[in-house]
């Protein structure tokens, strides 16, 4: 599999293996933006006649990071307050 799938399938899995609903959306929501941040670096992969310009493609990259980002944040935030209280 292409490295490029590599945090797209980690999150998969982690979708997959959670039973935790808060946790299983936000892996899901991972799994779907690391999917398109594969999408635009294949179609606009520098040999010309790409469907995104650099800079719309910059935009969208920064965008869905941004976002990577948050989402990362919220679900070390929800393991670290919900998760050790869980089985209280």
Same mark, same amino acid.
């Given at each position: 599999?292409?490295?490029?799938?590599?945090?797209?399938?980690?999150?998969?899995?982690?979708?997959?293996?959670? +039973?935790? *609903? @808060?946790?299983?959306?936000?892996? %899901? #929501?991972?799994?779907? &933006? =690391?999917?398109?941040?594969?999408? $635009?670096?294949?179609?606009?992969?520098? +040999?010309? *006649? @790409?469907?995104?310009?650099?800079? %719309? #493609?910059?935009?969208? &990259? =920064?965008?869905?990071?941004?976002? $990577?980002?948050?989402?990362?944040?919220?679900?070390?935030?929800?393991?670290?307050?919900?998760?050790?209280?869980?089985?209280?």
């Amino acid at each position: 599999m292409n490295k490029q799938y590599d945090k797209w399938l980690e999150y998969y899995k982690k979708e997959n293996e959670t +039973l935790t *609903g @808060s946790l299983k959306y936000y892996y %899901k #929501k991972l799994k779907e &933006l =690391h999917r398109d941040k594969v999408i $635009i670096y294949e179609s606009v992969g520098g +040999l010309g *006649g @790409s469907f995104f310009d650099a800079g %719309k #493609k910059e935009d969208l &990259l =920064h965008y869905i990071e941004t976002n $990577i980002s948050l989402i990362e944040k919220k679900v070390d935030k929800f393991i670290e307050d919900e998760l050790p209280n869980f089985h209280d």
